[in-house]
């Protein structure tokens, strides 16, 4: 079983910044999509972010489009996320999800993705 590695969690104030990294123990990053959710206390997980086709295509919710960026850089085998302008609302553990199955255009599909990490704790004060 593929685990994924998180980290770059913390603590920031609102309109700061923080990048996360997901490092895939036992397998590459070779194409597939690799995905972001979150999940705030009470709520469900939820996807925020993805980049599929090696690069080719990033797909972003609502939620956090033009503040967050998703990337890959495969001479490290590592997906990042930045982000950027956080807010409060922000505040969630964050995770990172691959599969080497085609998402079908369902990258945000929760249920879809068998290789998850552990998560890395993300908290955005006033």
């Known amino acids: 079983q593929v685990q994924l590695v998180e980290s770059g969690g913390g603590s920031v104030e609102a309109g700061g910044s923080l990048r996360l990294s997901c490092v895939p123990s036992?397998?590459?990053?070779?194409?597939?999509?690799v995905a972001w959710f979150r999940q705030s206390s009470g709520k469900e997980r939820e996807g925020i972010a993805a980049?599929?086709?090696?690069?080719?295509?990033?797909y972003y919710d609502d939620s956090v489009k033009g503040r967050f960026t998703v990337s890959e850089e495969y001479a490290k085998n590592t997906v990042y996320l930045q982000m950027t302008s956080l807010k409060p609302e922000d505040t969630a553990i964050y995770y990172c999800?691959?599969?080497?199955?085609?998402?079908?255009?369902?990258?945000?599909?929760?249920?879809?993705?068998?290789?998850w990490g552990q998560g890395t704790q993300v908290t955005v004060s006033l």
């Open positions: 999800a691959a599969d080497p199955k085609p998402t079908n255009g369902r990258w945000y599909d929760v249920d879809f993705y068998n290789w």
């Open positions: 036992g397998a590459t990053f070779s194409g597939n999509c």
């Open positions: 980049i599929c086709g090696g690069g080719t295509s990033t």
